[in-house]
């Protein structure tokens, strides 16, 4: 069984900056999409960002302009780049891979960073 895990998160102050890493424990075969949800007490899971497998990115309107995503298929990691940090930012970061086995998506989970952004 694949397993996600995510590193780099932590406490920071608003306007600061972090990166989050999230490394496949095996290679994930065919991976079609990378990304990064997160979930705040009390609310319901968002997504962050994505990847695909050709590159093109989305982001959510509330990070566009101050989080970049990246990702290596090689190395069966993806990458969040967070600046300018807000405190409504906090939340526990969960990575998303999505590969592909018997010609259907078979989608991982990590179990999250917490990243806290204090005012």
């Known amino acids: ?7 780099g998160g932590g406490l920071v102050q608003a306007g600061g900056s972090l990166r ?3 490394a496949a424990s095996r290679s994930i075969f065919s991976i079609a999409l990378m990304g990064w949800y997160r979930q ?5 899971r968002e997504l962050v960002a994505t990847i695909t497998s050709g590159g ?5 309107d ?17 990458y969040l780049q967070m600046n300018s940090l ?5 939340a526990l970061y969960l ?13 991982y989970w990590g179990q999250g960073t917490q990243v806290t952004v204090s005012s």
């Open 1 to 7: 069984q694949v397993q996600l895990v995510e590193s």
């Open 20 to 22: 989050l890493s999230c």
């Open 40 to 44: 705040a007490p009390g609310k319901q």
């Open 56 to 60: 093109i990115t989305n982001y959510a």
């Open 62 to 78: 509330s990070v566009k302009g101050r989080f970049t995503i990246s990702g290596d298929k090689g190395k069966n990691t993806v």
């Open 86 to 90: 807000k405190p409504e930012d906090t």
């Open 95 to 107: 990575c998303y891979v999505v590969g592909t086995r018997n010609f259907r998506p078979d989608p």
